[in-house]
């Protein structure tokens, strides 16, 4: 374990000083490549960050619409697991009766990428109906 700056604040630093004093400094061919870079970066920083979204909470949204399209909850899946098996229940019609809580519980998850991958565009959402 490190004293500060935290893996975040260094990752936050490496991408504002690759997009801020390195990119507008290379080769215009290269800029898009230092941006790329930078933007991976400051979406890595958000995502090790205190307080970020944690996979454990998609993976219980997840768990709770699969059980209630009467799948089983053995666990063993990862978020990204207990994601595709929601997919596929949504395709099958499984969480037709359960429309409230699968766009819930949806929209949370979405918030919640959003909050590591584009900070601050929920700002403009408009709600649907």
């Known amino acids: 374990m490190q004293d500060r700056p935290d893996a975040h604040e260094l990752l936050g630093a490496l ?3 690759l997009a801020s004093e390195l990119a507008p400094n290379v080769e215009r061919d290269q800029r898009f490549g230092v941006r790329v870079a930078a933007n991976v970066a400051a979406i890595v920083a958000r995502e090790i960050a205190p307080g970020a979204p944690e996979p454990e909470r998609e993976r219980e949204r997840m768990a709770q619409l699969l059980s209630a ?3 089983p909850d053995d666990g063993a899946a990862d978020a990204r697991e207990a994601a595709r098996r929601v997919a596929a229940a949504i395709r099958s019609g499984r969480l037709d009766g359960h429309w409230d809580a699968t766009l819930a ?3 949370e998850s979405v918030r919640d990428k959003l909050a590591v991958a584009r900070p601050g565009y929920d700002a403009f959402e ?3 109906s």
């Open 126 to 128: 408009e709600p649907l």
């Open 15 to 17: 991408a504002e000083w």
């Open 69 to 71: 399209a009467g799948a």
């Open 105 to 107: 519980a949806l929209r």
